[in-house]
Nanobody, 117 residues
Framework: VQLQASGGGLVQAGGSLRLSCEVSIRTFSPSFMGWFRQAPGKDREFVAAINWGGGNTVYADSVKGRFTISRDTAKNTVDLQMNSLKPEDTAIYYC???????????WGQGTQLTVSS
């Protein structure tokens, strides 16, 4: 699996942005796809994940109700729709893939989101 994230940019607080991750399935199909983020000076943190087959989702409390993760198994993409953005959402966002029983071992290159106040 290879991942290519895109869609980052600069947005004002309260605005919306959609990130997309292209999933190139080469050696295996992922079981779960996730979005993570890393703000300057902070550890990388979990944002949201989706089950590739069933579509079940899970979110970090900090984004619940504002962000929506979705996948398109025909197009092999995973999107993160981000609404009501806050300055504290500013970070580099990464998409990642894992198989059942394993950790997230495949990562995209990251895309920068900056939310201005």
């Amino acid at each position: 699996v290879q991942l290519q994230a895109s869609g980052g940019g600069l947005v004002q607080a309260g605005g919306s942005l959609r990130l997309s991750c292209e999933v190139s399935i080469r050696t295996f199909s992922p079981s779960f796809m996730g979005w993570f983020r890393q703000a300057p000076g902070k550890d990388r943190e979990f944002v949201a994940a989706i089950n590739w087959g069933g579509g079940n989702t899970v979110y970090a409390d900090s984004v619940k109700g504002r962000f929506t993760i979705s996948r398109d198994t025909a197009k092999n993409t995973v999107d993160l729709q981000m609404n009501s953005l806050k300055p504290e959402d500013t970070a580099i966002y990464y998409c990642a893939a894992r198989r059942t029983g394993e950790g997230y071992g495949t990562w995209g290159q990251g895309t920068q989101l900056t939310v201005s106040s």
